[in-house]
Nanobody
Framework: QVQLVESGGGLVQAGGSLRLSCAAS????????MGWFRQAPGKDREFVAA????????QYADSVKGRFTISRDNAKNAVYLQMNSLKPDDTAVYYC????????????WGQGTQVTVSS
């Protein structure tokens, strides 16, 4: 079992930066692939980024590639999303999620943190 708690959201002007953090509980955090998803008002939840259990193979949605960076610190049971050059279209609730490396579905989700980018 892994419990996830996001933080770091807020209001920022277009072009600005935010760093989201996700704190995980559970001694098996290091065995999970971790991801970030987001959901804007009236839209489906969408994939943003993911990182493998050892910090390798980061993956990004095309819409954030080159602007967002996912990272993790297994010693701190944490995963991060550095967001630069933010755009109003990045406005959404951002969710941290985890899945076992042997599965394809994310089983564990945080409660979300709001990111609002003003123009």
């Amino acid at each position: 079992q892994v419990q996830l708690v996001e933080s770091g959201g807020g209001l920022v002007q277009a072009g600005g930066s935010l760093r989201l953090s996700c704190a995980a509980s559970g001694r098996t955090f290091g065995t999970y692939t971790m991801g970030w998803f987001r959901q804007a008002p009236g839209k489906d939840r969408e994939f943003v980024a993911a990182i493998s259990w050892n910090g390798g193979n980061p993956q990004y949605a095309d819409s954030v590639k080159g602007r967002f960076t996912i990272s993790r610190d297994n010693a701190k049971n944490a995963v991060y999303l550095q967001m630069n050059s933010l755009k109003p279209d990045d406005t959404a609730v951002y969710y941290c999620a985890g899945r076992l490396v042997s599965t394809t579905a994310y089983s564990y989700w945080g409660q979300g943190t709001q990111v609002t980018v003003s123009s």
